[in-house]
């Protein structure tokens, strides 16, 4: 891949520091070309003290966005890293673009800077997350539209079903859609409604499935609002520190082999969640992301680029020729 990795170096709850230092490591350590943007004198100060001046462009952006903003506001500030960032890779600049931004105000601004694919309705962030039976699940959307339509969930099961296919190479994806019960019919208006147009789409359609299937391997995708789904990633996180927390302090395994379980599950070893439905490869990591989260968010943008995974979505979805209504 000639064309860098663009990198939003404000972004995040410990921008610019961790994010430059990831940014290098992305570079040093895995051979990502990498450009950052942000306000010019920060970021060089940043790579001169890692030794890196001259290792890694710079291209300036004024402007921050802050982690409270959602989205509109972002928008309006097109001197912003973020809008900067953007622009960088619609122009052809640069082949994938990373931010630990807020969610909200990195989804607006690559709607409004880059565009959906055709047909897409909504983008939806998607995140492999390991199983006890040994493989992954593909939880779609974890956090990039929280009030979707029933219509729009259904779009995101199609994306995650061709996501599934193309990164995790199953050849038939099993999709269930997150609900409060496994019988058909349950759940509330949005979950019910989502499930009657789930069934009339060309995949394979498992039904509901509830909480405690998330890592059990059920199914291959769980499809679900953006709400819900980042509420269900921050707990799983959540819930594995925890409980490897207790297992320590009880002295029932040893530490290597808690270690082993616990990385399964890092933010670090994911690196971020994929945004689907865009033109453009964009890779959303944690705003709580430090050096080494940012470093493999650069490698799995990288690789998606690389893999031309938007464009083989885009080609997916339009072969299905589905539009299902809003």
Not at 28 to 40: D, F, Q, S, T
Not at 132 to 140: I, K, M, Q, R, Y
Not at 232 to 261: F, Y
Request: charged letters at 15%; proline letters at 5%; hydrophobic letters at 50%.
């Amino acid at each position: 891949m000639s064309l860098p990795v663009v990198v939003d170096a404000m972004g995040g709850d410990h921008g610019p520091a961790e994010i430059v230092r990831g940014a290098v490591e992305a570079w040093r350590e895995h051979g990502v070309p990498v450009v950052l943007v942000g306000r010019a004198g920060v970021v060089r100060r940043e790579l001169a003290r890692l030794g890196a001046a001259g290792e890694v462009d710079v291209a300036h952006a004024p402007d921050v966005v802050p982690m409270t903003e959602r989205g509109a506001g972002a928008v309006r500030m097109v001197g912003s890293s973020l809008s900067v960032g953007f622009d960088l890779l619609r122009e052809g600049a640069g082949a994938a673009f990373v931010s630990a931004g807020s969610t909200g105000a990195v989804v607006a601004c690559a709607v409004d800077r880059l565009g959906t694919a055709p047909a897409v309705l909504r983008p939806s962030l998607a995140v492999a997350l390991p199983t006890t039976a040994g493989g992954a699940t593909v939880l779609v959307d974890a956090g990039a539209t929280v009030d979707p339509t029933p219509g729009m969930i259904a779009q995101f099961a199609l994306l995650g079903a061709a996501y599934a296919q193309l990164v995790l190479g199953v050849a038939d994806p099993r999709v269930g859609l997150l609900s409060i019960g496994a019988e058909p019919g349950k759940g509330n208006r949005l979950t019910r409604r989502a499930e009657t147009l789930l069934h009339g789409l060309p995949m394979r359609f498992h039904g509901n499935v509830e909480g405690g299937d998330v890592l059990t391997g059920a199914v291959d995708v769980i499809v679900t609002d953006g709400f819900t789904g980042n509420v269900v990633l921050k707990n799983v996180e959540g819930t594995v520190r925890a409980t490897l927390a207790l297992a320590a302090a009880d002295g029932v395994a040893a530490p290597a082999a808690l270690g082993r379980v616990a990385a399964r599950y890092d933010p670090r070893t994911h690196g971020g969640a994929a945004l689907l439905g865009l033109t453009r490869t964009v890779v959303v990591a944690h705003g709580s992301s430090r050096a080494g989260t940012i470093a493999r968010a650069c490698v799995v943008a990288r690789d998606l680029a690389e893999g031309e995974i938007v464009a083989r979505l885009g080609d997916r979805l339009t072969s299905l020729a589905v539009q299902p209504a809003p």
